[in-house]
Antibody, heavy 118, light 108 residues
Framework: EVQLVESGGGLVQPGGSLRLSCAASGFTFSSYSMNWVRQAPGKGLEWVSYISSSSSTIYYADSVKGRFTISRDNAKNSLYLQMNSLRAEDTAVYYC???????????WGQGTLVTVSS | EIVLTQSPGTLSLSPGERATLSCRASQSISTSYLAWYQQKPGQAPRLLIYGASSRATGIPDRFSGSGSGTDFTLTISRLEPEDFAVYYCQQYGRSPYSFGQGTKLEIK
């Protein structure tokens, strides 16, 4: 069974940093591309970032480009999102999601809440 | 960036009725790289449809997707009580892999 478990969320002040992690199990992590998707309270889904299986291809939403960095450690079956220069509008539940080869999102974690507030 | 517009914003129907949800793209989506997800309160989204019309594993056949180019539709043939949720379309043909704003399907 595919399992994706996010961690690292919490309360951070504007301008601060946070690193999210996603622990993957139940599949060969190194063979799959991964994504981060977020959802602000009471709002819709927003795709944040994509990383290919070998980390050779990385994409970001314009709203986070230059502030967020996606990475992975295939030896540790883990996905990361380093978030810097955080703003109030980054407040959201952050989901990690596995991509099929054609990049639709087949499996999702339960999410971790990031709150940016002073 | 491809902008996806879903309509209606809210759809009020009764169990047993047919639901038709629309997703319109600002540009043509290559090779029908369009997916639909269902999200219930407090839960992560779940993949329903990919490639515009292919059902994901375990998805009942009352869910169907259609369309190409810029116009796509999710149809639920006979609503079950568990189908009342929020539905999102997403294009994954070109980064950024944008979502629509969602359609809330509520019980009438």
């Amino acid at each position: 069974e595919v399992q994706l478990v996010e961690s690292g969320g919490g309360l951070v002040q504007p301008g601060g940093s946070l690193r999210l992690s996603c622990a993957a199990s139940g599949f060969t992590f190194s063979s799959y591309s991964m994504n981060w998707v977020r959802q602000a309270p009471g709002k819709g889904l927003e795709w944040v970032s994509y990383i290919s299986s070998s980390s050779s291809t990385i994409y970001y939403a314009d709203s986070v480009k230059g502030r967020f960095t996606i990475s992975r450690d295939n030896a540790k079956n883990s996905l990361y999102l380093q978030m810097n220069s955080l703003r109030a509008e980054d407040t959201a539940v952050y989901y990690c999601a596995r991509s099929a080869p054609l990049r639709y999102l087949t499996d999702w974690g339960q999410g971790t809440l990031v709150t940016v507030s002073s | 960036e491809i902008v996806l517009t879903q309509s209606p914003g809210t759809l009020s129907l009764s169990p047993g009725e047919r639901a038709t949800l629309s997703c319109r793209a600002s540009q043509s989506i290559s090779t029908s790289y369009l997916a639909w997800y269902q999200q219930k309160p407090g839960q992560a989204p779940r993949l329903l449809i990919y490639g515009a019309s292919s059902r994901a594993t375990g998805i009942p056949d009352r869910f169907s997707g259609s369309g190409s180019g810029t116009d796509f539709t999710l149809t639920i043939s006979r609503l079950e009580p568990e189908d009342f949720a929020v539905y999102y379309c997403q294009q994954y043909g070109r980064s950024p892999y944008s979502f629509g704003q969602g359609t809330k399907l509520e019980i009438k």
